[in-house]
């Protein structure tokens, strides 16, 4: 703020016989706006102009993107130094249009902690390049509409995930445009929801960007974070900000040896997709990955990276799948997989295994149930209702269970492991619904929940029970322990979910 002060100091000066009501209304004039001036020049990029300008450009030349399908509503670059992370911002940048009238920048925040969004209403940010002002009027209307958003310019005082981003715009962009800055850092889910929808609205009918300074894994070593790294940009592409939530924390769970984040933006990565899913419907496509050691060998250490990603929210005709698909080839290794899980049990061998798989599905939030028959009878059936860990894990748990753990039946011996037939259903989200009427026979698996208990019932099931009432009466009684008739009761909570089935 060095300029402001010496601003101040110049005008008191001037006008040092004007009266001290003339002093009072010139200070608040000149405080009014809010000077922004280049912090991280020098250090994350270059501080000259031609110099930076000539980084800028040839990064945005040699990006090779695709012909991509819609319209861009959001990008994710990274924040990193431009040395490490700039030749994969220029990817993102290179697919955006050159026109727009407002850019939202959501930034991971480094150094202090928000309850929300802070943003700041007034005043513009700088570079080398150029002032950039604030959309004072969007700043005006976020802050008024919801309590979340707040004028917080403390937060940006040290904060570099926002500067960063300024020189690729300056560059791209073949007209002056307004910024609207936030640094956002909360784990409160609700609340990013809440942010991005609010955004979502206030962006519709606007000629508007909204850029994700976000930077992924820190700190495991190169072979471990291309497989977090690439695992998170799937769970991005369900566009569901509750199970990219959760794919970060069974990640983090799996005890990578010194992963410290999945993702350092990740609430802003969250508030994006709520915000995109408002303006959407929207897919997510990946456009470059790489990390420290790969772009910058000199100064780094395969033994500690940061993962780097570039990717493109795009308008679409229809909603994200929101659900794992497999090909032929990943149903058939979770099939494998099932089966040597049993057998390695029976042989009390203690296999070894990578924390995550090379397959980057296989490490993704999976709901499971594995189902064992033997000479066509049921064996063996358990899984989880909801993904709690990775699927791959999920099958291993599920084909253990339904081996050595289903209470109907003793446990599967040496002599049967060759007659057992293995089926994997994987579960999509549950979804509430008000009644049984909701409720489509030979697609929807169910589960019922009544006073701490439940039961489920997977889409399988309806060969056996073809009617709806005795299907949801056989539910409550054989899997939930309840009356048959409690699926009438509104305090009974009903799900509904398909299944992706598949068997040797």
């Not at 924390?249 to 990565?269: D, F, H, S, V, Y």
């Not at 709520?274 to 496509?285: C, E, I, R």
């Not at 420290?292 to 229809?318: I, T, W």
């Not at 409720?439 to 929807?444: D, E, V």
Request: glycine share 8%.
């Amino acid at each position: 703020m060095a300029l402001l002060r010496k601003s101040i100091k110049m005008k008191i000066k001037k006008h040092r016989h004007a009266g001290a009501l003339f002093l009072l209304i010139l200070s608040s004039a000149v405080f009014s706006v809010e000077a922004r001036e280049m912090m991280f020049a020098g250090k994350f990029y270059p501080a000259d102009k031609e110099e930076l300008a000539g980084f800028v450009d040839s990064a945005l030349a040699k990006a090779a993107v695709p012909k991509l399908g819609g319209a861009v509503l959001a990008v994710i670059a990274p924040h990193a130094g431009y040395p490490f992370s700039g030749r994969i911002a220029g990817y993102a940048y290179k697919a955006i249009g050159d026109e727009y009238d407002t850019v939202v920048i959501l930034s991971a925040g480094h150094t202090m902690s928000v309850k929300g969004a802070a943003i700041v209403k007034d005043g513009f940010f700088e570079t080398p390049l150029g002032k950039v002002p604030v959309d004072k009027k969007l700043a005006g209307e976020l802050i008024k509409t919801c309590p979340l958003f707040e004028n917080n310019s403390a937060a940006h005082a040290n904060e570099h995930a926002v500067e960063v981003q300024l020189p690729f715009l300056q560059r791209r962009l073949k007209k002056p445009f307004k910024l609207l800055p936030a640094v956002l850092n909360t784990e409160n889910i609700g609340d990013l929801v809440k942010i991005g929808e609010t955004l979502g609205r206030k962006l519709k009918g606007r000629k508007a960007l909204i850029v994700v300074s976000a930077d992924f894994s820190h700190y495991p070593d190169h072979s471990y974070a291309k497989r977090v790294d690439e695992t998170l940009g799937l769970a991005i592409k369900m566009m569901n900000p509750e199970y990219f939530r959760l794919a970060n924390r069974i990640l983090l769970n799996k005890g990578i040896p010194e992963l410290a984040t999945c993702a350092c933006g990740e609430a802003a990565i969250t508030a994006a997709m709520a915000a995109v899913n408002t303006l959407g419907p929207a897919q997510f496509l990946e456009l470059k990955y790489a990390d420290s050691y790969d772009e910058y060998p000199q100064q780094s250490s395969p033994d500690r990276v940061v993962g780097y990603m570039a990717g493109v929210f795009l308008k679409s005709e229809k909603a994200a799948a929101g659900k794992v698909v497999l090909n032929d080839g990943q149903k058939k290794e979770l099939l494998k997989e099932a089966r040597t899980e049993i057998k390695n049990r029976l042989l009390e061998i203690k296999p070894k295994r990578d924390r995550l798989s090379a397959d980057y599905a296989f490490n993704l939030p999976g709901a499971v149930f594995v189902t064992l028959t033997g000479g066509g009878d049921l064996r063996g059936c358990v899984g989880t209702i909801e993904p709690r860990m990775t699927l791959l894990d999920a099958v291993r748990y599920g084909a253990l269970s339904a081996a050595f753990e289903d209470r109907r039946f003793k446990p599967v011996g040496k002599g049967e492991l060759e007659k057992l037939k293995i089926e994997i259903s994987i579960l999509s989200p549950l979804k509430k619904i008000a009644g049984a009427k909701g409720i489509i026979p030979h697609k929807h698996g169910v589960v019922i929940v009544r006073d701490g208990r439940s039961g489920l019932f997977l889409p399988q099931v309806w060969e056996q029970i073809p009617g709806k009432e005795d299907f949801l009466s056989g539910l409550c009684s054989q899997k939930a322990g309840l009356e048959r008739g409690c699926w009438r009761d509104k305090k009974t909570g009903i799900y509904v979910f398909t299944v992706d089935a598949f068997q040797e």
